[in-house]
């Protein structure tokens, strides 16, 4: 404050305290108009950086739980796809197409892919439940009375049904449920598959996102019943809000908070709704004002502490001097104190604050100001132009991104002093200014640091559109690259191409060093694809060991993805050295072409897809181009995957048997099971059909225990001294129960153990590190392990050694080849003298001529089967005769 003018005579006296008085009423007027628009900025920020953190914390949520509800959606309708075709008109029908065993044990597959789920049951019509992974045998219990079991008979189609939480009546905890329709094949209702999900995954879900300190989390349904609410949840799930079914949608569109009193304990809440992709659910996610403006308080009660402590103090100053205006001295002592204080307010702001009169000169300012654009002593004194500050701050360095236009502007800044805007200074803090006139044509502005709520926002915004482990791209970041540069091929005719990357031998390496160091790998992925992709690509990962790579947006050669790939090839080899270890991998590759492979992002992706599954089953580490056929190939192969699900629940599958003859009796000693697929509209299937499907659907477990069961009960009926070989797939190794089945097979037919023979090949002993163990608990139930296709593939004789093998077969290429190639016939004589030696039995596969039989005869080769001796047939056919004689002119050594 200015100080009190000293003059001779008490007219003077009173004169400079009138003036004294009115220059005290505009500055406190002035600074309480500043102060209280200081604080009422700062709890609109508060507020608004609040519904900020709530809307950004709700979209991210909304994502995570649709994927996890996508995961639920997606094994629903697979199994329910599988369901295609059975009897399921009748009550005893639908049971006899899910009521048994097998059908629980594969429902139990699916129910292990999503940990989230408790359990995966199906009801029928009546609402009896038929079939659960909970337990077995299926307990006695009716879900008629449950709302989406209601939902889903009265909604014809394919939505997924969600319940209101229940109290599960198995376990008792409280269980969202999902649904779909089941239908018979005219269209009827017929009963629903559903899956149970406790309401504790979505809370850890949120609780994994952020802390919910002072936040509350709920997942509604369109119509806004409330289906998880945490904290204080309990009470709250099945409640219904009143709004209007399109409001919630409505406000998600919007991205914008909304303010309500709670009912429940009357405190006001901000509000954030967002949907979730793909699924009629919301997430709100609410902070309580008292929460919001928390901080705010504290900062509001300082400024306003201040101010009134000034305005006490002003008051009393000026009271004193009307009392006692002779004692100058002591009042201007008292003034200068005064003065301090509002200081000593000012200064302890967190905010910049500085005061300009109508000629455009400042009148105070804060520390905190000079501080933020380091402003000396000169700069910020009383009385220094506008324009001087700014020619200050350009010296320092600290002025917006921009500096001509910020210049350029100073006049109409000065002109038009209300405003507020945020700006980017070049050393890349962000502050947001607030600008306010005043009556006599000044203005006061506050200045605030937001660049830590700026680089948060920017956090949640990379989150959503970035790769968390190896900070690639992510898939909707990849589309959108895509969708732009298809933008740019229509305006520039600029094109590119999209890369799809699968690595071979990855999920090896996960499963046999850790989950750390499969993360690890990835990320060395990552940095290579990066080293070899140009600046102008886009390298993504979709997930798991998924990837892809957008090329040559803005390149006319059409060789540059062929050459890219080659690179990747090439580089993606290279041995990786992971924490010690020294690991190889490979990748297979499929390649689009844009506009040639289409004119959607979705669509090239996808047939870049139908590419790479192309260039893995040619055996991987290749590229492939997409070629129109694929996608026919591929949906003839789903619809024969479709098939191959209906037809292991119906029963279309038919054993044929091969036998196995002694080299030196020609007498039968053993029977191959070999299955094949009686097509309603194709026929009958050999294996090469249908096989190599069943392995990679994982159909292979389901029917590969159909087989061993069945195998068994026929070889029960056979002579004593037939022993039977069954083929077992690695799929069986890995992810069925297989000691068990083996078990139950041999129990269920009462067939002698040492009867059985069960031929594996290599894959198998490399597949996991638990096999070895495996094996020998198979060799101590008295079961023969037989290695097939011995001499191809890796055939480390190291295998002899480690694993109970009791015979190898020698695969039928050597066989058929012998009699005709020197190498052949050595490898052959070889195996035979290695099975002596060892005293493993040796069987040779594919023998077709009498020459071949001879030359076995001659090796050593104890046992063989082939056309020579007999075709595969049915059981009914199959008979265990001698073989065939030998002609009177042949000559055995």
């Known amino acids: ?256 908070g909304f303010r309500v009193r709670a009912q429940t304990d009357g405190k006001v809440r901000y509000v954030s709704v967002r949907e979730m992709p793909e699924y009629p659910l919301f997430v709100n996610i609410s902070v309580t004002e008292d929460a919001a403006l928390a901080a705010w308080r504290g900062r509001a009660t300082a400024i306003g502490l201040g101010s009134a402590i000034l305005l006490l103090c002003s008051i009393h100053f000026l009271i004193a001097v009307t009392r006692k205006v002779r004692q100058l001295s002591t009042s201007e002592a008292s003034l200068s104190q005064k003065s301090h204080q509002l200081d000593t307010a000012l200064n302890n702001m967190s905010q910049g604050l500085c005061m300009f009169d109508a000629h455009h000169r400042l009148v105070t300012c804060n520390m905190r100001y000079a501080e933020m654009y380091e402003l000396g002593p000169d700069a910020t004194r009383s009385g220094i132009s506008y324009g001087d500050i700014v020619a200050a701050r350009l010296a320092s360095g ?36 607030n600008r306010q006139s005043m009556s006599d044509r000044g203005w006061v502005e506050i200045h605030q640091d937001i660049t830590s709520q700026k680089r948060a926002e920017a956090e949640l915004a990379h989150l959503a559109r970035y790769d968390a482990l190896t900070g690639l791209a992510n898939r909707a970041l990849f589309t959108e690259k895509a969708t732009e540069a298809l933008a740019s091929m229509r305006d520039r005719g600029t094109r590119f191409s999209v890369l799809m990357l699968d690595l071979d031998r990855f999920k090896s390496v996960n499963d046999s060093l850790g989950h750390s160091v499969g993360d690890l790998l990835l990320k060395l992925v990552a940095e290579r694809l990066q080293r070899v992709a140009s600046a102008d690509d886009t390298v993504a990962r979709f997930g798991g060991d998924e990837f892809a790579i957008l090329h040559g947006a803005h390149r006319q050669r059409s060789d540059g993805a062929i050459a890219l790939a080659s690179r990747i ?121 249908f096989v190599d499907l069943a392995e990679e659907s994982g159909l292979i477990v389901p ?62 002993l490399l597949s996991s590190e638990h096999i070895p163990a495996l094996l020998r608990e198979i060799k101590s139930l008295g079961v023969s392990i037989v290695l097939d296709d011995f001499s191809i593939g890796y055939s480390s004789l190291k295998y002899l050694q480690m694993f109970p093998i009791d015979e190898i077969k020698i695969d039928k290429s050597f066989i058929q080849s012998m009699t005709s190639r020197v190498d052949c016939a050595a490898i052959v004589s070889a195996i035979a003298g290695l099975g002596r030696s060892l005293d493993i039995e040796t069987t040779a596969e594919g023998v077709e001529t009498i020459e071949q039989f001879v030359f076995l005869r001659t090796a050593g080769c104890q046992l063989a089967q082939g056309y020579f001796f007999s075709r595969p047939v049915p059981l009914s056919d199959l008979t265990f005769d001698r073989g065939p004689a030998l002609p009177n002119d042949v000559k055995v050594a």
């Open 1 to 256: 404050m200015p100080g009190l003018p000293s003059t001779a005579g008490g007219g003077g006296r009173i004169l400079s305290l009138r003036r004294l008085w009115w220059a005290a009423i505009v500055l406190l007027g002035v600074s309480a108009g500043a102060v209280g628009f200081t604080i009422w900025q700062l709890r609109n920020d508060a507020i608004g950086a609040s519904i900020t953190e709530t809307g950004n914390i709700a979209t991210l949520l909304a994502g995570q739980l649709s994927r996890s509800i996508q995961s639920v959606d997606a094994v629903l309708m697979e199994v329910k796809r599988s369901t295609k075709g059975a009897a399921l008109e009748t009550v005893s029908g639908f049971r006899a197409a899910f009521g048994f065993q097998d059908f629980q044990e594969s429902l139990t597959e699916h129910r292990n892919r999503l940990p989230q789920t408790f359990n995966l049951a199906i009801a029928d019509r009546d609402g009896n439940l038929t079939v659960s992974t909970a337990a077995w045998p299926t307990p006695a219990i009716n879900i008629a009375d449950r709302d989406y079991f209601q939902e889903a008979r009265d909604h014809p189609g394919n939505r997924l049904v969600t319940s209101i939480p229940i109290r599960n009546r198995i376990d008792g905890s409280q269980t969202i449920v999902f649904a779909h329709r089941l239908e018979d094949p005219s269209g009827d209702f017929a009963g629903v598959i559903f899956a149970g999900v406790n309401t504790r995954h979505f809370e850890d879900i949120y609780g994994s996102v952020h802390s919910v300190q002072s936040l509350i989390f709920t997942m509604l349904k369109l119509d806004g019943t409330i289906l998880v609410r945490y904290p204080q949840g309990q009470d709250f799930a099945g409640r219904r809000l009143s709004v209007e079914a399109n409001r919630l949608r409505t406000w998600s569109r919007e991205r914008q």
């Open 398 to 433: 600290s002025l917006p991104v921009g500096v001509e236009s910020v210049i350029t502007g100073l006049q109409d800044d000065m002109s038009c002093p209300d405003a507020c805007s945020i700006e980017t200074l070049a050393d890349g803090r962000v502050v947001s200014v």
């Open 569 to 689: 090839l090439a580089i993606i080899t290279e041995p990786y050295d992971l924490d010690g270890r020294r690991v190889t991998i490979g990748t297979s590759i499929g390649i689009t072409y844009a506009p040639k492979d289409g004119v959607d992002a979705d669509v090239l992706i996808k047939n870049a897809d139908l590419a790479l599954y192309k260039a893995k089953a040619d055996g991987g580490n290749r590229y492939r181009l997409f070629e129109p056929s694929m996608e026919a190939e591929a949906r003839e192969r789903q619809e024969l995957e479709d098939d191959l699900r209906r037809a292991i629940a119906s029963g279309e599958f038919e054993l044929h048997y091969q036998t196995i003859v002694d080299v030196e009796t020609q007498e039968c000693r053993c029977a191959e099971v070999l299955v094949r697929w009686r097509h309603p509209n194709r026929g009958l299937l050999p294996p090469g059909r």
């Open 703 to 764: 029917l590969g225990g159909w087989i061993l069961r069945k195998a068994c009960a026929d070889a029960a009926t056979w002579p004593a001294h037939i022993k039977l070989a069954v083929n077992l797939a690695p799929a069986q190794f890995e992810h069925g129960d297989l000691l068990a089945v083996l078990r139950s097979a041999l129990a269920q037919s009462g067939l002698a153990p040492e009867r059985l023979k069960l031929e594996i090949t290599e894959t198998v």
